[in-house]
């Protein structure tokens, strides 16, 4: 199916473990964001990609790694899980950067990741 | 200080009732004022957009802003129970590419 997902939907793991939670798009957008939802704080950018092997730091970077080999793709790996970063991750792509063009930032279903 | 606040609600409305939901930024630079609407276990989709001060309506929709006072508000006239949902205001700077999201406010509107 044509559109944006995110696996899993939900994962619980514990203090230390290296998670990798997965951002898929069929758009071929040149832009892809990770971001972390978190009660009281709204959105806030972890990381974005504008292109196959080009990403930068978002507000929250700390603690996250990215990849983007395939402009298909955009894991987001925790590599020692804290506590603090039980959240509710999202991955959005977009033809263009600015949120303000004509085809917006496209949003997932969200990952709910709780850390033990 | 966060630089976007909400109420986080609920705003608890009877179906019909026009739903008013507001919104303070505290940077000037912000230019375009964007509202995103989330229905429970789904990511945000941009309802609308304003640039500058003023009002812009789209169908029951209706977004004002008045940069002066660093406030915004989004209007739903006519409301319906598939308006249940979360709104994220999030103003947007294009210098440094700066978009700042709301806490979001839960708005239920009851049959």
């Known amino acids: 199916d044509a559109g944006i997902t995110q696996s899993p939907r939900y994962k619980i793991t514990e203090t230390g473990r290296q998670v990798t939670l997965m951002c898929h798009q069929t758009?071929?957008?040149?832009?892809m964001f990770w971001y972390r939802q978190d009660l009281g704080h709204g959105l806030r950018l972890i990381y974005y990609?504008?292109?196959?092997?080009?990403?930068d730091k978002g507000e929250v970077p700390d603690g996250y790694v990215v990849s983007r080999s395939k402009t298909e793709n955009f894991p987001l790996t925790l590599e020692s899980a804290t506590r603090s970063q039980t959240s509710v991750y999202f991955c959005?792509?977009?033809?263009?950067?600015?949120?303000?063009?004509?085809?917006?930032?496209?949003f997932g279903p969200g990952t709910r990741l709780t850390v033990l | 200080q966060k630089e976007v606040e909400q109420d986080p609600g609920p705003l608890s409305v009877p179906e019909g009732a026009i739903v008013s939901l507001n919104c303070t930024y505290s940077?000037?630079?912000?230019?375009?004022f964007m509202w995103y609407r989330q229905y429970s276990r789904k990511g945000p989709e941009l309802l609308m957009y304003?640039?500058?001060?003023g009002n812009k309506e789209d169908g029951r929709f209706t977004a004002q802003v008045d940069k002066s006072s660093k406030y915004i508000s989004l209007f739903i006239r006519d409301s319906q129970p598939s308006d249940s949902a979360t709104y994220l205001c999030?103003?947007?700077?294009?210098?440094?590419?700066?978009?700042?999201f709301g806490g979001g406010t839960r708005v239920l509107v009851k049959p």
């Open positions: 959005a792509s977009s033809p263009a950067n600015s949120p303000i063009s004509t085809d917006t930032q496209y």
């Open positions: 758009w071929s957008h040149s832009y």
């Open positions: 990609s504008a292109a196959a092997d080009i990403t």
């Open positions: 940077n000037s630079a912000f230019q375009y």
């Open positions: 304003t640039y500058s001060s």
């Open positions: 999030a103003p947007y700077k294009a210098a440094g590419n700066k978009l700042t």
